[in-house]
């Protein structure tokens, strides 16, 4: 493969092919086909991945995912991200068309610009500049996903778990999110709190307040083992995180009677937590908390979890502090390690290797008039190629 062959890519005229195609989750409508042209012609090969099956809300999915890869040495440093979106809401509230890419006093319009078409587009701008300065030594991957913002079943997490089945070896992914909080490149992330949620049902007998005898209340049961769950310590957090926090998120008992004992008391509570626990460990201290106050108290207790990702760090060390030293050489500052907001792919794709998001400020992802100025693509392209060099280079074996 000849280097010089390759043209460099524009990261503002990719990101605006890119928003003009509308790819409102889970649909594709092409947006994976734009980007393998361009990676095909950087000398990628590209493999699309095809996953189907319930999405949980009604309907099945067919999501369209691409691995690409270019060189078969080590290391292998990888971006990854998402080529969906999120619905544009309210169509008359936006100044500019959502998927048209206008420019307007030098900033780019539409859904995707930060969140993450503008990413995506800056990485691939990056890579060209690379290749056309000379061959690499080691590989280079995507791993794009067209289910990130909606329930990201088929995504992601289906991609890793194939690449990990046949042993593909990734070094180091780099995630394109939208990460800096007010300034380019002021924060990378570097882990996540994990998120479960668990609905609660107690079991009781309906009667007359007057009768208690031939009643069983569920209502006093639910609030002890709200108290005794709430009152928990999980853990007093650590210099990367916050304690784990649990918060009752509704009680219910829906009776509307004054004179009624009600058969039933339901409530939900959400736990954020910190790498101290796993899904998997909350859940069983719950079910052993419930099990607990049902032996004592006669009262059925029903629980049912959903852990929607782990919690997850990426330690202080040589692929955290390459890509430190990259942005700041470019973009004057070092980017805080940070472990604050909502959870990404980054939690599934942790189980291949160590991850980080560097992106775009994230000010106006999923509003109306999502924007970026266009010099802050061009920079974020600076930003990227150094980090490609940079991480390449101290990751050699
Ligand atoms: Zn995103």
């Avoid at 390759?6 to 994976?32: C, F, K, N, W, Y």
């Avoid at 939900?268 to 460990?281: A, E, K, Q, S, V």
């Avoid at 994230?362 to 980090?387: C, F, I, S």
Wanted: aromatic letters at 6%; proline letters at 6%; charged letters at 25%.
């Amino acid at each position: 493969m000849n280097a010089a062959s390759h043209s460099v890519i524009d990261p503002v005229e990719l990101t605006r092919d890119l928003i003009r195609i509308p790819s409102v989750t889970p649909a594709d409508e092409g947006a994976m086909d734009v980007l393998e042209r361009a990676l095909t012609g950087l000398g990628f090969s590209c493999r699309r991945m095809v996953f189907e099956g319930p999405t949980g809300v009604g309907h099945d999915a067919r999501i369209e995912n691409l691995y690409a890869r270019r060189g078969t040495a080590s290391p292998n440093l990888c971006f990854a991200g998402h080529t969906d979106v999120v619905p544009i809401g309210d169509l008359k509230a936006w100044s500019a068309g959502p998927f048209e890419g206008e420019t307007r006093d030098g900033v780019l319009y539409g859904r995707g610009a930060v969140d993450m078409k503008g990413g995506i587009a800056a990485w691939v701008a990056a890579v060209s500049r690379v290749l056309a300065a000379g061959e690499i030594e080691g590989s280079l991957s995507f791993l794009i996903t067209g289910d990130e913002e909606g329930p990201a079943l088929h995504g992601t997490k289906r991609v890793v778990q194939t690449l990990a089945a046949e042993g593909e070896v990734i070094d180091a992914c780099v995630v394109g999110e939208p990460s800096s909080a007010h300034h380019l490149g002021d924060m990378i992330k570097v882990g996540r709190r994990g998120s479960l949620n668990t609905w609660i049902t107690v079991f009781g007998k309906q009667g007359h307040v007057a009768y208690p005898d031939r009643a069983a209340n569920p209502a006093p049961v639910i609030a002890r083992l709200l108290a005794r769950l709430d009152a928990h310590v999980l853990d007093e957090g650590y210099p990367e995180f916050p304690p784990s926090n649990l918060e009752i998120t509704t009680i219910d008992v829906g009776n509307p009677a004054t004179n009624i004992i009600p058969a039933e008391a339901k409530a939900r509570l959400n736990i954020r937590f910190n790498p101290t626990h796993t899904g998997d460990g909350l859940i069983d201290w719950m079910n052993r908390e419930a099990g607990a106050l049902q032996a004592e108290t006669g009262l059925r207790i029903e629980l049912e979890h959903m852990c929607s990702g782990e919690a997850f760090l990426t330690e202080p060390g040589v692929f955290v502090s390459a890509v430190q030293d990259a942005v700041e050489v470019v973009l004057g500052r070092r980017p805080e390690a940070s472990t604050t907001g909502g959870t990404s792919d980054a939690r599934f794709i942790r189980a291949l290797c160590p991850v980080l998001e560097l992106g775009l400020v994230g000010q106006t992802m999923h509003q109306v008039d999502e924007r970026v100025p266009e010099t802050e693509l061009r920079a974020l392209t600076d930003a990227y190629e150094r980090v490609i060099a940079t991480v390449l280079e101290r990751l050699k074996p």
